[in-house]
């Protein structure tokens, strides 16, 4: 029977086998900043080629973008943040222990729950944008913000985009990009940060054929959940009823996983309308409609969105991943991750040090061939097995006495434990093969 992974756990996890570090953690750390470690490094850049793979996919247009971190205060008033990005925020005035009025552990006619005294301040509204001040001058006009979402750089850069790439609606621009959000109480480590990474799409399109296209868009992400190895029984689809939808949406509809913590969203799918476009025509004075030759005639295109934090993801994926069970009358701890996600494809293990030579040889092709791969020749074969198992290495290539007379090497599949011969020409291909599963 399958263990339930706790939070706990995977934090620990994600600290002692390098994935994921406190920020300035030597300095006391910073509450919601994470410092993602090699092997973390490696697994977000896996999720940003996985979903930047599946949009190359899709069969349509779609282009990219790398908008600026800092935005000028203009563009956040015409969005709507600088009125309405707030947090309901709420301060116990005994233990000065701030939450989110909205918490669902918070109610003000019970005592607070770091002391137990019932003495809270008014509810009040929290903008959770980073504010700055760009050049050496301080007054209106130097007022920047950190970016607390990627897509108004998209919708800013609309008519660039069209001119310079001669797209024709429908399409698609997509950013992979920080965000930060000044949060009130960041918690459940990944799943709630001030500093992040989205991954974003803005289709834009003819406002009669939108509700098709939101639909469309809301199965494709669905799939491509499947598609890297997230458990479909734990992943769903849940509309939002009315009173739920942000200012800007006539339609939304999130990506649930069910954390240990319950379904939670992971992912976001909006009809934004033109709502983005026509704020920025209006406040900027530009012209962001287009122009449509079959009809003669300007219109401003509809927008269906899709954003998802790869913070979140990578997140999700662990839990999904995340497993105990027994070999050989001892716990094993693994990651079951799909092999296109895996930080580490394959590890190369000599039996004994003496047989180092040419396994790490090996080794070094499968480096030169591009495969992300590790070498380990420290400890018994198992304790190495266990190592891998925990980072989530699909497979365990060992070199023993009797490959030098075979050429051949043992093979170990993480998630079965079975092993068997290969060839050693036939290795590399077969690494490669399997991450395309």
């Known amino acids: 029977m399958q263990t339930p992974v706790t939070l706990d756990a995977l934090v620990s996890l994600c600290k002692r086998r390098g994935f994921v570090y406190q920020s300035a953690e030597i300095y006391g750390g910073l509450n919601g900043v994470y410092d993602f470690g090699p092997l973390g490094a490696l697994l977000k850049q896996n999720i940003k080629s996985a979903w930047m793979s599946a949009l190359n996919s899709s069969g349509r247009d779609i282009v990219y973008l790398d908008g600026a971190i800092l935005g000028a205060q203009p563009v956040w008033q015409a969005s709507g943040h600088v009125t309405n990005f707030n947090d309901p925020m709420i301060d116990c005035l005994t233990c000065k222990k701030r939450y ?19 003495t809270w301040t008014a509810v009040r509204q929290f903008n959770m944008m980073f504010k700055t001040e760009v050049g050496a001058a301080s007054d209106q006009s130097s007022i920047a913000y950190l970016r607390p979402e990627t897509a108004q750089a998209i919708f800013v850069n609309f008519k660039n985009v069209i001119s310079t790439t001669r797209v024709k609606i429908p399409f698609g621009i997509a950013q992979i990009g920080k965000a930060f959000r000044n949060e009130i ?12 990474e989205q991954m974003e799409i803005e289709w834009f399109c003819k406002d009669e054929y939108s509700l ?78 287009v122009f449509e030759q079959e009809s003669s005639s300007s219109y401003v295109p509809t927008v269906v969105e899709c954003s998802v934090g790869v913070d979140r993801l990578f997140l999700t994926l662990l839990f999904d991943a995340y497993h105990e069970d027994i070999v ?11 092999p296109r996600i895996a930080p580490v494809k ?72 079975e092993q068997k011969r290969m060839p050693i020409d036939q290795v590399l291909p077969y690494v490669t093969a399997m991450m395309q599963r």
């Not at 669902?104 to 002391?115: A, F, Q, V």
């Not at 109480?185 to 992040?196: A, G, N, S, W």
């Not at 050989?328 to 799909?338: C, D, F, P, T």
Request: with cysteine.
């Open 328 to 338: 050989e009358g001892e716990k094993r701890i693994v990651l079951r991750l799909h």
């Open 185 to 196: 109480t960041p918690k459940q480590f990944l799943f709630r940060m001030r500093e992040f």
């Open 212 to 289: 098709a296209d939101f639909e469309v868009w809301c199965q494709e992400r669905l799939a491509f959940y499947a598609s890297i190895g997230i458990t479909a029984d734990k992943i769903r689809l849940r509309p939002h009823v009315k009173d739920e939808l942000a200012h800007y949406a006539q339609r939304c509809t999130d990506v649930e996983y069910q954390f240990p913590f319950g379904w939670k969203e992971l992912e976001g799918i909006a009809h934004r309308g033109s709502f983005d476009l026509t704020q920025h025509s209006t406040h900027s004075g530009k012209d962001l409609s």
């Open 100 to 118: 989110r009025a909205d918490d669902d552990n918070i109610d003000t006619s019970k005592p607070c729950p770091h002391c137990g005294n019932t």
């Open 346 to 417: 394959a590890a190369f293990l000599p039996l004994v040090k003496k047989l180092s030579e040419p396994m790490e040889k090996l080794y070094r092709q499968a480096r030169q061939a591009g495969l992300s791969v590790q070498y380990d020749e420290s400890g018994s074969i198992g304790k190495r097995y266990r190592r891998q198992d925990e980072i989530g290495t699909p497979l365990c290539i060992t070199y023993d006495f009797d490959s030098e007379n075979d050429q051949s090497v043992t093979i170990r599949d993480r998630d079965t434990t």
